[in-house]
């Protein structure tokens, strides 16, 4: 089972997907993951020059995926690295895709009454939960295992070996959070996640953002 430690207001919905373990969530969670490293990992990489026109050009691209994927999240019978969480300035668990993931899926209003991170008609939630930012990294981590022979192979998103991965990854932000600098922008980090989120399902409609109001106590 996923463990969390830290405990904010849930809706229903965040609820299901982080703490109830129901894997039909779960499921539509990774679909939408798979299209985040696509988008960030896949084809924002360049076809190697030498390789375009070339009648192996196929097995080449192939080959330079693979090699990408291993630096992002290591070996595959090797220890899992999160390198593909790092951001360009070095920041952990900041890259663009976390916080894509994060807010596509639970920000999302397309197709629910209510997207998962709205508490009522008024409020979203009043932070970004650490559990939140270990599950996007664990789920981005597996999709990109999909990619790591250089093209896309389905796996399962089950307990073994994700479960490990996310406590690690759980551990590790628990441990920034109590950390000077490190807590400073991990804080930051769920700070800009939430702006981003509140804005996409309207809430906010400018880049201009009272962060006080955003984090008044919030009633579900």
């Known amino acids: 089972m996923f463990l ?17 373990e129901k894997w039909s969530t779960r499921a539509k969670f990774r679909l939408v ?30 080959k330079q995926l693979a090699a990408h994927v291993t630096t992002l999240i290591g070996p595959k019978k090797g220890t899992a690295t999160m390198d593909f969480a790092i951001s360009e300035e070095g920041v952990a668990f900041a890259h663009p895709s976390i916080k894509d993931l994060i807010v596509k899926f639970l ?14 008609e008024n409020r979203v939630i009043d932070n970004i939960p650490l559990p939140a930012i270990a599950f996007a990294a664990t789920t981005l981590y597996c999709c990109l ?16 070996p994700y479960e490990a991965i996310y406590k690690s990854v759980h551990k590790n932000l628990v441990q920034y959070q109590q950390s000077g600098t490190r807590s400073e922008k991990l804080e930051k980090l769920r700070k800009d996640i939430l ?22 106590p919030s009633s579900p």
């Open 195 to 216: 702006a981003a989120g509140t804005r996409r399902v309207g809430q906010l409609d400018t880049e201009d953002i009272d962060m006080q109001m955003l984090f008044e």
């Open 107 to 120: 920000f999302n209003p397309v197709g629910k009454d209510r997207p998962l991170a709205v508490l009522n």
């Open 145 to 160: 295992r999909e990619w790591q022979s250089g093209q896309l192979r389905k796996l399962y998103f089950r307990e073994h």
């Open 4 to 20: 969390l430690g830290e405990k904010p207001n849930y809706t229903d919905g965040m609820a299901d997907l982080l703490m109830k």
């Open 33 to 62: 993951a798979r299209d985040v490293v696509t988008e960030h990992y896949i084809y924002s990489l360049p076809t190697p020059p030498e390789a375009k026109g070339k009648p192996n050009e196929a097995a080449l691209r192939a």
